[in-house]
């Protein structure tokens, strides 16, 4: 398995930025976010028609591009994460994470024995074509691996200061909109009560040695979340940056 050069960063206590990808999975797409200076992109299937060929392809372009391939996946199941990993994601992000026991389990399907229950299912994607012993790949994949997990529920803010505390977890990734929901402020982005349940996410992370997350297509929401000690950094998404790009230079044109 390739070197996961946003999980060392973690580890450093840097900040890394990416993007979503949800229509445009043309395999130029790495190239072009590599080239943009993005450490990594995801491919969201909870919410869009991607599929495991089209990621897998998406794979291929992205370690030859230096950018990191995240999958998330519909729902909090073994088979959904476990095929993410199969088919080439260097991390995978688990949404509705509800519960401690929610996020052990979701932990432990990441990771082959004697650190989890991972079924050993290894293909080209995962070792680039090249035969090596099972024991290396092995290792390597649950040490290059990268286990985000979702926030988004008053259920796992309830628990934040545990589950952030597991072994194998990397990011805790705060879900805005549905955490907002949650809280009964939707979109209510300059209320305390949301920024007071970011700051208690952030909190447990730096306590237990990993980083917290959020994603945004508001420049400022997200710089605010930065200054406020998040370090896994989402912008808005293929869709997002696209409408605003064509928008704000047409807008341009037409004046």
Not at 223 to 239: C, K, M, P
Request: glycine share 8%.
């Amino acid at each position: 398995m390739h070197k996961n050069a946003v999980k060392q960063k973690l580890r450093e206590g840097k900040c890394v930025y990416g993007t979503s990808l949800e229509d445009c999975l043309g395999s130029e797409m790495p190239l072009i976010l590599a080239k943009a200076g993005l450490d990594f992109f995801f491919v969201d299937t909870e919410h869009s028609p991607a599929g495991y060929s089209e990621f897998q392809a998406l794979v291929r372009t992205a370690h030859y591009s230096g950018i990191v391939p995240l999958l998330r996946v519909t729902q909090n199941r073994p088979e959904l994460i476990s095929r993410a990993l199969d088919n080439g994601a260097m991390g995978v992000i688990v949404p509705r994470v509800k519960s401690l026991e929610d996020a052990r389990e979701a932990l432990d399907i990441m990771k082959f024995p004697p650190e989890g229950h991972r079924g050993f299912g290894l293909r080209t994607i995962n070792t680039d074509v090249m035969e090596g012993p099972a024991a290396e790949e092995i290792a390597a994949c649950n040490r290059e691996t990268l286990a985000v997990l979702m926030v988004e529920t008053t259920t796992a803010l309830d628990e934040v200061e545990e589950i952030a505390k597991l072994p194998g977890l990397d990011v805790l990734f705060i879900g805005p909109y549905d955490l907002s929901l949650a809280l009964g402020i939707i979109e209510q982005f300059d209320n305390p009560i949301f920024w007071n349940a970011v700051d208690r996410v952030v909190a447990a992370c730096n306590a237990a040695g990993t980083a917290a997350g959020l994603q945004t297509g508001r420049m400022d929401l997200l710089i605010e979340a930065r200054r406020r000690g998040v370090r896994f950094l989402i912008y808005s998404s293929d869709v997002g940056i696209l409408l605003s790009g064509y928008k704000q230079a047409v807008g341009e044109l037409k004046k």
